[in-house]
């Protein structure tokens, strides 16, 4: 089983940086694909992006493309969300999640972390 949680949120102002990690864990985690989301408070859950063990390749949802980017940390064994240019609209709850190579659905999903820009 593969355990995920999530680290790096907190409060920055708009314009700042932050990146988030997600430590994954556990048997057989390069049969998964790694993805991150957000959940602003009212609004349904967004995907963000996604990063695949092999060949390590990396997707970005349009509607943050050029300011998220994904990475793999292979000291630490964890995948990076690195946030740019913050916009208070990037306020959220981020959560990176499991998806199984042969499955369509994300099943593991990390505790979250939350990310607050300010004005």
């Known amino acids: 089983q593969v355990q995920l949680v999530e680290s790096g949120g907190g409060l920055v102002q708009a314009g700042g940086s932050l990146r988030l990690s997600c430590a994954v864990s556990?048997?057989?985690?390069?049969?998964?694909?790694i993805g991150w989301f957000r959940q602003a408070p009212g609004k349904e859950r967004e995907f963000v992006g996604r990063?695949?063990?092999?060949?390590?390749?990396?997707v970005i949802a349009d509607s943050v493309k050029g300011r998220f980017s994904i990475s793999r940390d292979n000291a630490k064994n964890t995948i990076d969300l690195q946030i740019d240019s913050l916009k208070p609209e990037d306020t959220a709850a981020y959560y990176c999640?499991?998806?199984?190579?042969?499955?369509?659905?994300?099943?593991?999903w990390g505790p979250g972390t939350q990310v607050t820009v300010s004005s």
């Open positions: 999640a499991a998806r199984p190579l042969w499955r369509n659905e994300y099943e593991i």
């Open positions: 556990g048997r057989d985690f390069t049969h998964y694909l």
């Open positions: 990063f695949t063990w092999v060949p390590g390749t990396t």
